[in-house]
């Protein structure tokens, strides 16, 4: 089962970061994408500009930061449990 586990953005910036469930535990993707204007409404694409790139930097590295966090408090849950099963 796949899940948003998390969102932040700069400008029209954003990265989802999404939870992937599996046997061996969680997985986590993300899909960066930018956010653009038209008549009817806003669109995003995967398209960056030139002045997307470092913002696209800063956020890439929020999203490994955060997922590593994450990680790291799924082992200590998963250890939790393994040590009240026995």
Known sequence: MTSIAHKFRISSLQPTIWRNLSDKGNRYTVKLTRGYKVDDGWRETDNLGFDDLLPAIKLLDQAHS????????DRKVRKTAEQAAK
């Open 66 to 73: 955060w997922i590593m966090n994450q990680v790291e408090a």
